[in-house]
Nanobody, 117 residues
Framework: QVQLVESGGGLVQAGGSLRLSCAAS????????MGWYRQAPGKQRELVAI???????NYADSIKGRFTISRDNEKNTVDLQMNSLKPEDTAVYYC???????????WGQGTQVTVSS
């Protein structure tokens, strides 16, 4: 069983920054692909960014150049640095772990990010 706990959400003005962090336990963290997803009211959950066990990253087009995902395999954490925030970035942000063996996905409880205009 994998546990994921997100932190760092909050209210920020447009143009500001926030850093989200996800602490993982219960698996060999360095083997997992980790990701951040978000879900705005009335919309489907969407990919924001992922980082593989090897450190390769992939970002949604809407946040490229503004957000950066990183991981610390010593601390078992994955962070999302969010800069130049826009009101359309308002959503609940979820951390996801993809455990390779046995193959299974785990989700955190989510953290609210609200960007005011």
């Amino acid at each position: 069983q994998v546990q994921l706990v997100e932190s760092g959400g909050g209210l920020v003005q447009a143009g500001g920054s926030l850093r989200l962090s996800c602490a993982a336990s219960g698996s060999i963290f360095r083997l997992n692909t980790m990701g951040w997803y978000r879900q705005a009211p009335g919309k489907q959950r969407e990919l924001v960014a992922i980082i593989t066990s090897g450190g390769s990253t992939n970002y949604a087009d809407s946040i490229k150049g503004r957000f950066t995902i990183s991981r610390d395999n010593e601390k078992n954490t994955v962070d999302l640095q969010m800069n130049s925030l826009k009101p359309e970035d308002t959503a609940v942000y979820y951390c996801k772990a993809v455990v390779p063996v046995p193959r299974r996905d785990y989700w955190g409880q989510g953290t609210q990010v609200t960007v005011s205009s």
